[in-house]
């Protein structure tokens, strides 16, 4: 079963700290995506980052880096120097592929509160 | 980019009625739009799958005559919620797929919706 384990339910730290969200998943799959998304508090889900099962550079876009991990099925974010604008929840996300029927839903993981303190 | 509205954002009506949410991709046709629901503090539950032109998909345990989902064209998917009731109170996102972008999500601002 494909599932996504983000095991932080929240976590807080101070403005300027660095901070890592941990995601674990399981698939069966050889070709898969997984992806981050940002929640703020107004609700909308912004996409920050895809990345392709086969591809396991990591990734570095600003204050935003992304660890990925086939060896440990883990796909962690960190944030340098937090600032308080990144206080929001951060979804990590499997794509699933379903034979025979619709291919492409994500399956979410629980979700990590981050909230950063000025 | 890839923008996904969704309108209206927040709506309250009473018991019985129903209502009804627009989703649209602005710049981009959307081969395949997603409605999820969320609790507060909770993950994103798929509700459904809609291809423009086909049936949705529901996930399991989720009512077809409750939820009905219209996909018309490539940049509009509507959900109605029929007699609402107030346990339907939750927080409505989709989420639009374009043709060349496999996989990646765009998501609407979402619609809260509380039933009285």
């Known amino acids: 079963a494909q599932k996504v384990t983000q095991a932080q339910t929240e976590i807080s730290v101070v403005e300027k700290e660095d901070v890592t969200l941990d995601c674990v998943y399981e698939t069966r799959d050889t070709t898969y995506y997984l992806f981050w998304y940002k929640q703020p508090p107004s609700g909308e889900l912004v996409f920050l980052i895809r990345r392709n099962s086969f591809d396991e550079q990591n990734e570095i876009s600003g204050r935003y880096s992304w660890n990925f991990q086939k060896s440990t099925s883990s796909f962690n974010f960190t944030i340098t120097a937090s600032q308080v604008v990144d206080s929001a929840v951060y979804f990590c996300?499997?794509?699933?592929?379903?034979?025979?029927?619709?291919?492409?839903?994500?399956?979410f993981g629980k979700g990590t509160k981050l909230s950063v303190k000025p | 980019g890839a923008v996904v509205s969704q309108h209206p954002s927040r709506v309250i009506c009473k018991s019985g009625t129903s209502v009804k949410i627009e989703c649209r991709s602005l710049?981009?046709?959307?081969?395949?739009m997603f409605w999820y629901r969320q609790f507060p503090k909770k993950s994103l539950m798929l509700m459904a799958t809609s291809n423009e032109g086909s049936k949705a998909t529901y996930e399991q345990g989720v009512e077809k005559d409750k939820f009905l989902i219209n996909h018309a064209s490539l940049t509009l998917s509507t959900l109605t919620v029929t007699s609402a009731h107030p346990e339907d109170s939750s927080f409505y996102i989709c989420?639009?797929?374009?043709?060349?972008?496999?996989?990646?999500?765009?998501f609407g601002p979402g619609t809260r919706l509380t039933v009285l």
């Open positions: 996300a499997l794509s699933e592929r379903r034979y025979g029927g619709s291919q492409g839903n994500l399956i």
């Open positions: 989420s639009a797929r374009r043709r060349e972008s496999a996989d990646t999500q765009y």
């Open positions: 710049d981009f046709q959307a081969t395949t």
